[in-house]
C-alpha cells in the first residue's frame, strides 16, 4: 500500500470530520455553470468523505464514484448509494460514459509520472464534449506533505499533463481553501473539456 493510501486508511474518520461540513458552494456553481445539464452522468473520482457524491445525488443527477480506500466505498454503500468502485484514477476502464467528472483534490495524489495518464483516462471516460473540474494546491510543490504524496500545479504547469489528451483547458478559477483555519492555502481550479 502507498503512502498516501496508507495515511486515509488510518486518518479516514479525522479526514470526513474536517471536510464533510466544508461549503463547497462556489465550485458546485463553478463546475455547473460549464456543465449546464440537468439530467448529467456524473463521476465523482476520489470522492473521499461523500460530500460532494451527496451533493449531486441530491441535485438530481446520476452519480458514479470511485475511489482507492475501502473505508470510503464503504461509507457511501452503508447509506444506500450505488456505483461506488473501489480503485485508483488510473485503474478507471469507463468510455464515453459521462457529462462531467468532479476531482476535487483527488488528482493531486497521483504521482507526477503517473498523471498524465489520469487525464487521458478521464478524456476517454468522458463524453464528446463533457468536462472535468479537477482542483490543486496551487504552487510548484511536489513530494510528500502531511504523510501524503502531493503534486501542486499552476496555470502554467497543468498544461503539460494535460497535452496529449482530448481534453482542453475552458476556465481557471484561484480560490482559498474552505477548510477551518486553512484560508491562506491558495488552490487551483481548473475546467477541461473534451474535444
Not at 480506500?69 to 456505483?83: I, M, R, W
Not at 497521483?110 to 472535468?132: P, R, T, W
Not at 502531493?150 to 489528451?165: A, Q, R
Amino acid at each position: 500500500m502507498d503512502k498516501t493510501k496508507e495515511y486515509y486508511v488510518n486518518h479516514y474518520k479525522e479526514f470526513i470530520d474536517s471536510t464533510y461540513q466544508c461549503d463547497m458552494s462556489l465550485m458546485y456553481q463553478f463546475f455547473e455553470s460549464h456543465l449546464n445539464k440537468p439530467n448529467a452522468i456524473i463521476l465523482d473520482l476520489g470522492f473521499g468523505s461523500g460530500r460532494d457524491f451527496e451533493y449531486f445525488v441530491s441535485k438530481g443527477y446520476e452519480v458514479y464514484g470511485i475511489d482507492p480506500v475501502e473505508k470510503f466505498c464503504d461509507l457511501l454503500k452503508e447509506k444506500g448509494f450505488t456505483n461506488i468502485y473501489c480503485q485508483e484514477a488510473n485503474e478507471m476502464t469507463f468510455k464515453d460514459k459521462f457529462d462531467g467528472i468532479w476531482a476535487c483534490a483527488s488528482l493531486l495524489h497521483i504521482n507526477k509520472e503517473k498523471l498524465s495518464n489520469a487525464f487521458e483516462k478521464c478524456a476517454v471516460a468522458l463524453k464528446k464534449d463533457g468536462i472535468m473540474y479537477c482542483s490543486f494546491k496551487y504552487g510548484n510543490f511536489e513530494g510528500v506533505r502531511n504523510g501524503r504524496y502531493n503534486i501542486d500545479l499552476d496555470e502554467n504547469s497543468i498544461k503539460k499533463y494535460v497535452e496529449g489528451t482530448d481534453l482542453i483547458i475552458e476556465d481557471i478559477k484561484l480560490s482559498f481553501d474552505v477548510r477551518t483555519n486553512r484560508g491562506n492555502e491558495k488552490w487551483l481550479n481548473v475546467i477541461l473539456r473534451k474535444n
